[in-house]
């Protein structure tokens, strides 16, 4: 089980990325999955690349569709484990739509977003997740806007998986990771990933600095969903671990009426004769 390839990273040293690749391809050995059993969806980003570093089915989409792509992968294929991935700019800006949508669907997909708070591929912009004040060449002055709160506005729409981790602590991420991967439904991981070449505040000991591990709050419960809410807000969404975890909801496949199982890959294309005209008719 070598989820490894021979591809090597174009990612500049020392970025965040290459400890959530590394997370991924242990967590998918973990759980005993095989590469062809795995696949990876990405968007456009330097973290978007991810789906060309995984020895798995990989998918290198457009900017803020990975999920779209990967929903439709889960249903045509509800035996291959999927996992869309992305940046921060690509999931909570463009793709924002996608997002809250596939949280509420509760489609059984994995999705890693590598949060570094700004755009790296186009050199250094502001994204969704910058804080006020945050200068970069769009805002020279000083970002005005509030930060996006990712994890809050997750519970908010009905997210039955929220959880968020750090590039530095690879064995919490890999362990949250199988985890998503296990959980029957959406599960949303947002990983605090530094860009070392833009972002010279968010920095590894910045986050090292601000970050609240919720294993050290005494008698968290990620099944709480009110002290999930009020715990990301007493420490501004920085928090790591599983958040919140819902294991009651179905998934969306498991609701679909007439769905079958077997996913539309295993399914007959035959369709009778009356069938097809039945159908033709009603677009006449
Ligand atoms: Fe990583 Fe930033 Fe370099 Fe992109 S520009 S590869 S996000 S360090």
Redesign the pocket.
């Known amino acids: 089980k070598d989820f490894r390839n021979k591809v090597k990273p ?3 040293p ?4 290459f400890s959530v690749q590394a997370a991924i391809q242990r967590a998918s050995a973990n759980v005993g999955l095989e590469p062809e059993d795995l696949a990876v969806v990405s968007g456009i ?3 978007g690349r991810i789906s060309g570093y995984i020895n798995a089915y990989g998918f290198h989409g457009i900017h803020g569709r990975a999920l779209p792509i990967a929903q439709g992968v889960k249903m045509a294929n509800r035996e291959l484990t999927v996992i869309a991935s992305g ?1 921060d700019g690509d999931g909570f800006a463009i793709g924002m739509g996608h997002t809250v949508h596939a949280i509420r669907r509760n489609i059984d997909v994995t999705y890693i977003v ?1 949060d ?1 708070q ?1 755009y ?2 186009t ?2 912009q502001t994204s969704p997740r910058s804080e006020v004040g945050f200068k970069t060449k769009s805002t020279p002055g000083g970002s005005i806007e509030s930060a996006l709160g990712v994890m809050e506005l997750a519970l908010t729409a009905g997210g039955t998986f929220v959880a968020q981790s750090f590039s530095s602590d690879l064995k919490g991420l890999t362990a949250l990771i199988e985890q998503g991967i296990q959980h029957k439904g959406f599960s949303l991981i947002n990983v605090y ?7 010279k505040i968010n920095t590894y000991d910045w986050f090292k600095e601000n970050i609240t591990e919720l294993s050290s709050i005494e008698g968290y419960d990620p099944s709480n969903r009110m002290m999930a809410m009020q715990t990301l807000m007493e420490h501004n969404g920085l928090v790591t671990g599983l958040i919140y975890q819902n294991t009651e909801k179905k998934s969306y496949e498991d609701m679909v009426p007439g769905f079958k199982p077997e996913g539309l890959v295993n399914q007959s294309l035959e369709i009778s004769e009356d069938h097809f005209s039945k159908l033709c008719s009603e677009f006449m």
């Not at 020392?14 to 990325?17: R, V």
Request: net charge neutral; proline share 4%.
């Open positions: 174009n990612w500049c020392g970025c965040g990325d980003g330097c973290s940046g590598m570094n700004i790296g591929l050199k250094g990933s530094p860009c070392v070449t833009f972002n």
